[in-house]
Structures are given as structure tokens and as C-alpha cells.
């Protein structure tokens, strides 16, 4: 009977086993690559798919893994078409040797064809074309409706006035002016046409104005043999394409500029020729085609935010008459105009010309625990990655080793998330932001109620604004605005505008949850390295991070408490340390604060609303070079080291000297050995310094023994103090 029971509960639990795999389903590994085939099953490489198409197609089982071939590009969208699960998400990922897969945000442009255009101006205002009866000397503007062309005696000539959009050094294919008769008339009417010889010219409405105009005339003329006239059948005159280039070749030429042409009957006509002035149908029109030197054009029926040029970025312009250089370029009604000096399809083709068409290479709405890892996400003309959800309830978002480069706005946009738990880790963002809009590298929105915790971890930002290059204002490496608990740490931000800027879910409102941002390095940054808004936030930490060459406040801190420990700021532009607006509560200790470049301060504690006398400093370490440490204390008042202790009561065993690190001006921040600031700081909780030696160390151990011995000489030696900085001493 046992023996039964025995046999029963295994062939039960079998059969319950296999229920529990069908019910929950199998993991499964999909591949794509270059050169795959979306009709096999994709669950090899020998079966890969092709297209991204395939994989937005697709829908997909929690735990399940699409892999993409490294070495392989697509310009395609990801779409991602399903949610995993709790411990089972859904990743995209590489497989293969080589580079990670890229998925392009832009499209290759070619057929590229010399750009040519046509302009038809007409007479636009009664004096914008004149007879003038030069034996009467007067002029005779167009409110008659009728022009007059001949030898009546006052020998009649004509003037009109055009506005030429043809950019200057265009080359000018095709041009002639039509003139309608308004009367019958035998041939016998000749004239002579000439531009006025001017940049950009005015009305003539004086005989003395004819006068001007005939005295700087074109050396290019043509001359207009009419024949017989009949009424309302237009007469287009002989090319004049050398009088038009004449104009256009001025140095001072701009497209949009006004020419006039003069018909200047010299005596040899023998009939009186008569023509509508500017009148509807029948106003007198200048046809002109024309090339423009070096200005290509494409189909390309999406407009596009950025181009690259053979990976150049290329340079937006207004107007097709402003593409002048190399990589200028325009788009207008569907076509894409380059400046090149050759055909670019040959000039171009590594890779060639790419316009920035998909605002998105990544695009997940709505879907929760998923993962993406090992990609490369380049030039969407949006976003590179967004995850953002409608209906504020994601779960579970993980980054982890991509490249994200030349978006348009945000690298990385995550919106509208109350998510379990979101990781950016290991990833590197380059050149963002190209719209200079506000924008950032990494960019979180989401509302006070977000709980999950919000890592950012590992990544590198490199951009190219920096103090000396601060165009891009309010591009910042990182830009959050939600609820959620934040830790940042061990990133590097280099050439940011501001590196982190926090605030609560509304641009305006403060940032209520805790931020702990420890072990970064904040390197020539255009503004802030570290802006908060947190008026009603407590408990925040920052901790062992190094500050260099920052382009206005190392941290600018409104409302909240902070803890502030082993930092070292070097050389900031305006302050190191600035609390504003709010209430703010800080504690500073064991800190080295290195020099400002203007008249900013050490420390500055603005009035009325900030808490000095709730603030504790200690044990930190100043240092201005070439003059006596600045602070600025809640009276108002500029003070020197001994004012600022004496009128705060702050920093009792801090110490106003050179902390005589390493290298600094070449990022070696270290202490040398004459440093006073070895064991000159105070123990406040922390286990590790900057680079991850165990703190106190000490002078005389060497932290790269086995830490359990380290431990306990550290242990034993209780006369050792934590050093002053980011960085333990150890000889």
C-alpha cells in the first residue's frame, strides 16, 4: 500500500509539473541578424530573422530573450510588443562577436540631383513700373494701367521692378520678361534692356531717379526687336541671362533683393508699343531658372531634426540661399538640400548622407519588466530609448550596457512611470540634445506618488558644452522630475550643461522623495553639477564624489536636509556650495573645497529661508589660490575663513590651507604625503572611499592586503581618523 501511495504521489507530481511548464510556458531565445529570413522560425542563428518588422510582430512570453547579431545595423524602429514578468522579464540583447548591434535612427539618403529652381516674380505696385518720356523728363507710373513703349516725341522708355528670390552666385539657366500688349501695333519698336547696377534697388518715381539708374547700368544689355503686336498675346523678350547674372554676382547681392530692368528706347523705334501695367494675368512677369552652385537635392518626404555627413554633423539652415558651406543643409516640401562640392553620392559614403527620420530607435509603451542590454542607439530624430507609459503603472524598466548616441532630444526618456524598480546601469551617452532645448541626457517623469527606486548606476555622459563651450544651455546630463527614492552612483558626467538637475513631477515643484549621490565624478560642466530643488526632501547624501572645472555651482541645493561628506570640489566657476530659495539643512563634514574662478564664495548660505544655525561644518578644508577663502553668510556679509567660524559658529577643527593634493590640474586628486588633511577628518559611517579602499586606512597600511587582516590592524589602531577628500592617504 505504501509502495501504491508511492508511485501515485510521483506519477501526480509529474503530471502537475508538466501543467505548471504549459501553464506558465517555455523561455525562449529568438535571434536576428543581417541577411536572416523572417519566414523561418528565428530560434537559431542558422533560422534568424532579418527585420525589426518581425519583432514588433511578434508576441512574446515572459522570460523570453530576442537576440540581435553584433556586428549588424538596422534602420528600423524596435517596438517592444510585450510585457514579462516578475523574475522572468523580457530582454533584448546581443549575441555574436564584434561590435553590439546599432539600431539607426536615420536613413541613408541618395539620388541626389544639382538643385535648380524657377522664379516667376511679377510687378507687384503701381510704381514698381514706370514709362518715362525722356524729352518731357517725367515719369509715369502704372496706376494707368498702360505702358508706353516708342518714339512718340517725348521718346518713351520703360522701367520694372522685381523681387528676385535667387541667391547670390546662383547660376542663372533660364531667364526673359513677358509683356502683355494691351493694343494692337505694327513692328517697328526697339529697345535696349539693361539692369541697374545695384545691390538692391529702389523705386524710380522721378525723372532724376531715371537719371541714376541709366548712369550705373550693366555692361551686359540685349536688344528687343518687337514684332507686330496683337492684343493680350504676350511677347517674352530674348534671353537675359547675362544682364540677371550681372545682378546675382554683386558681392552684395541676397536672395529676396529688388532689380529693376530698364528698357531704354534709344531712338530707332519707329511704332509706339503699348502694355498693361501691373494688372492681374497681364502684369508684367521676370521667368528666371537657375542653378545653385555646389546645392544638391533628394527626395525625402519625412523633414528630418539633424543630419550627418559621413558621421559630420550637419549645419540646419533656413533657406536653401544659406546652404554655403560644407554640410549646410535645408528641407522643404519634402526634399532635402545639401551644400557639396560633388555629387554626393560619390562624395559621401562612409556611410553617406543620413537624415535623422525615426524619433525613436527604441520604443516601449506600456510594457513592464523588460530589459535592454548591449545595444548601440544612435541618431533617432527624438529619443533614442523611450519607455514611458499612459497609464502610469510600469513595473520593473532595466538599462544595462548600451551606447546611446547623437539623439536629437533626450538619449533616454522615461515618462509617466510608477515603476517597482528602474535600473540605468553601465551605459555611455554621448552628444545628445542636439535641439539645445532643455533637454538631457536622461530624462525621468513621473508623478509624487512613485515608489520604485530609481538607479542610476555605472554610466558615462560626454558631452561637448563645458564652461568654455556653453551653448546648449539647460542640456543636462540628468533630468528628473517624479518621486521616486534616487541613487546615483559611480557615473562619470564630462561636458554636461548641468549634470543632475532634480525636481518634483512639475517642472516648477519640489522633489519630496531621497536622493543618494556618492562616488561620481562631475568634470567640465557648462552650469551646475548638482541642482536640487527639494524643499520638503530629507535624508539625502552625497557622498565621496570629485567636482572639477564646473561651469557655475558644484551643487546648488533648494530646500531638504543633505549629509555632505569626502567630497572634493576643485575649481568651480561661481560657488561651491550655494543653498537657495527654501529651508535647507545641511551637514558638511570632511570635505576639500578648492578654489573659485569669480567673485562667487566657498560656501554661500543665502537669506532669509536657509538654516545656518540647524547646519553643522566640520572638519572640511579650504583652499582659494592666490587670495584669502570668500563665504557669504545669512546677514549679507563676504567673509573671510576666521569671520565665516566666528559669525556661524561652524567648522571648529576645519582648516584653511593648500590640501596639497597630487596632480588636481590633471585629475589626480590624491593626497601627498605632506597633505594636512591625513587623518584630519571624523568618522561618519562610511566603509569606502572614492576608488573603494577601505576607510580609515591610515598612513602606514597598505588597503590592498587581504581585508580581513585590514579590518583588524584597523580595528587595533584606534587612533586612526578618516582623511579629509575623496581619496584615503596610504603609503
Keep these: 500500500m505504501r509502495r501504491l501511495m508511492s508511485k501515485t504521489f510521483v506519477i501526480l507530481s509529474l503530471f502537475i509539473g508538466i501543467l505548471l511548464i504549459f501553464s506558465t510556458g517555455y523561455a525562449t531565445d529568438y535571434y536576428v541578424k543581417n541577411g536572416g529570413n523572417d519566414d523561418l522560425d528565428g530560434l537559431s542563428d542558422a533560422n534568424a530573422w532579418a527585420t525589426i518588422a518581425k519583432v514588433n510582430a511578434t508576441a512574446f512570453n515572459a522570460g523570453d530573450n530576442i537576440y540581435f547579431n553584433k556586428g549588424d545595423e538596422w534602420r528600423e524602429q524596435l517596438t517592444i510588443p510585450s510585457s514579462g514578468s516578475s523574475g522572468s522579464p523580457i530582454t533584448f540583447n546581443a549575441y555574436g562577436s564584434g561590435a553590439d548591434p546599432i539600431i539607426n535612427g536615420a536613413d541613408l539618403v541618395s539620388t541626389w540631383t544639382a538643385y535648380s529652381a524657377t522664379v516667376t516674380p511679377a510687378v507687384a505696385t503701381d510704381a514698381d513700373n514706370a514709362y518715362i518720356k525722356e524729352t518731357a ?28 528670390n535667387v541667391p547670390q552666385g546662383a547660376t542663372i539657366t533660364t531667364s526673359y520678361l513677358t509683356l502683355v500688349p494691351s493694343s494692337n501695333s505694327n513692328d517697328g519698336t526697339i529697345c535696349t534692356v539693361y539692369a541697374e547696377d545695384v545691390d ?41 541671362n547675362a544682364v540677371i547674372q550681372e545682378i546675382v554676382d554683386r558681392g552684395s547681392w541676397a536672395s529676396g533683393n529688388y532689380i529693376n530692368l530698364l528698357l531704354d528706347e534709344d531712338g530707332s ?107 548601440h542607439l544612435i541618431k533617432s530624430n527624438s529619443y533614442n530609448l523611450s519607455l514611458s507609459s499612459g497609464v502610469w503603472n510600469m513595473s520593473y524598466l532595466n538599462v544595462d550596457n548600451l551606447t546611446l548616441e547623437y539623439a536629437w532630444n533626450e538619449a533616454i526618456y522615461i515618462g509617466d512611470v510608477v515603476s517597482t524598480e528602474t535600473n540605468i546601469l553601465n551605459s555611455t551617452i554621448n552628444y545628445w540634445s542636439r535641439s539645445a532645448n532643455n533637454k538631457a541626457g536622461i530624462v525621468v517623469y513621473g508623478t509624487a506618488e512613485d515608489e520604485g527606486t530609481l538607479t542610476i548606476q555605472g554610466n558615462t555622459w560626454l558631452g561637448d558644452f563645458g564652461p568654455a563651450n556653453d551653448t546648449n544651455n539647460n542640456n543636462n546630463g540628468m533630468l528628473i522630475n517624479s518621486g521616486n527614492p534616487i541613487i546615483i552612483d559611480g557615473n562619470t558626467f564630462e561636458g554636461t550643461d548641468h549634470a543632475i538637475k532634480i525636481r518634483g513631477p512639475e517642472e516648477s515643484s519640489a522633489y519630496s522623495g531621497t536622493v ?141 590651507a593648500d590640501p596639497l593634493m597630487t596632480d588636481p590640474a590633471n585629475d589626480d586628486f590624491t593626497l601627498t604625503m605632506a597633505s594636512p588633511c591625513i587623518d584630519k577628518g571624523t568618522d561618519v559611517g562610511l566603509a569606502e572611499d572614492y576608488i573603494g579602499i577601505m576607510v580609515p586606512t591610515g598612513d602606514l597600511i597598505n588597503p590592498t592586503i587581504n581585508p580581513i587582516i585590514l579590518a583588524i590592524i584597523s580595528g587595533m589602531l584606534t587612533d586612526i581618523k578618516p582623511d579629509i577628500g575623496a581619496y584615503e592617504y596610504w603609503d
Design 137 to 164: 523728363e517725367t515719369v509715369n507710373d502704372g496706376v494707368s494701367t498702360k505702358m508706353y513703349l516708342g518714339p512718340l516725341p517725348e521718346d518713351v522708355s520703360n522701367y520694372y521692378r522685381f523681387q528676385l
Design 200 to 240: 538692391n534697388a529702389s523705386q524710380i518715381t522721378t525723372f532724376a531717379n531715371w537719371t541714376t539708374a541709366l548712369g550705373r547700368i550693366t555692361t551686359a544689355n540685349v536688344s528687343w526687336d518687337f514684332p507686330a503686336l496683337t492684343l493680350n498675346s504676350a511677347q517674352n523678350s530674348p534671353s537675359l
Design 269 to 375: 523705334s519707329s511704332v509706339l508699343a503699348q502694355f498693361w501695367s501691373n494688372t492681374g494675368t497681364t502684369a508684367p512677369v521676370l521667368h528666371v531658372e537657375y542653378e545653385v552652385p555646389n546645392v544638391w537635392k533628394a527626395t525625402l518626404t519625412t523633414e528630418p531634426n539633424q543630419i550627418y555627413v559621413d558621421g559630420t554633423f550637419g549645419d540646419k539652415k533656413a533657406s536653401v540661399a544659406a546652404c554655403v558651406n560644407e554640410f549646410d543643409w535645408h528641407w522643404a516640401a519634402n526634399v532635402l538640400y545639401l551644400y557639396s562640392a560633388t555629387d554626393p553620392d560619390t562624395a559621401y559614403t562612409d556611410p553617406g548622407v543620413e537624415a535623422c527620420v525615426r524619433n525613436r530607435c527604441i520604443q516601449s509603451s506600456s510594457k513592464s519588466y523588460i530589459s535592454i542590454e548591449d545595444l
Design 516 to 656: 543618494v549621490c556618492r562616488y561620481n565624478y562631475f568634470k567640465d560642466t557648462g552650469d551646475d553639477a548638482f541642482f536640487y530643488l527639494g524643499a520638503t526632501s530629507t535624508d539625502n547624501e552625497i557622498y565621496y564624489n570629485v567636482f572639477n572645472n564646473i561651469g557655475d555651482n558644484c551643487i546648488n541645493l533648494s530646500g531638504g536636509t543633505y549629509e555632505i561628506y569626502n567630497n572634493v570640489f576643485y575649481d568651480a566657476y561661481h560657488d561651491i556650495l550655494e543653498t537657495v530659495t527654501y529651508a535647507t539643512t545641511v551637514t558638511v563634514k570632511n570635505n576639500i573645497f578648492y578654489n573659485i574662478e569669480t567673485n562667487g564664495y566657498l560656501v554661500q548660505f543665502l537669506a532669509p529661508n536657509n538654516n545656518i544655525g540647524s547646519s553643522v561644518f566640520d572638519n572640511n578644508q579650504y583652499y582659494q589660490s592666490g587670495g584669502a577663502a570668500a563665504f557669504y553668510t545669512p546677514d549679507g556679509g563676504a567673509d573671510n575663513f576666521a569671520q565665516w567660524k566666528t559669525a556661524t559658529s561652524q567648522d571648529a577643527n576645519s582648516a584653511e
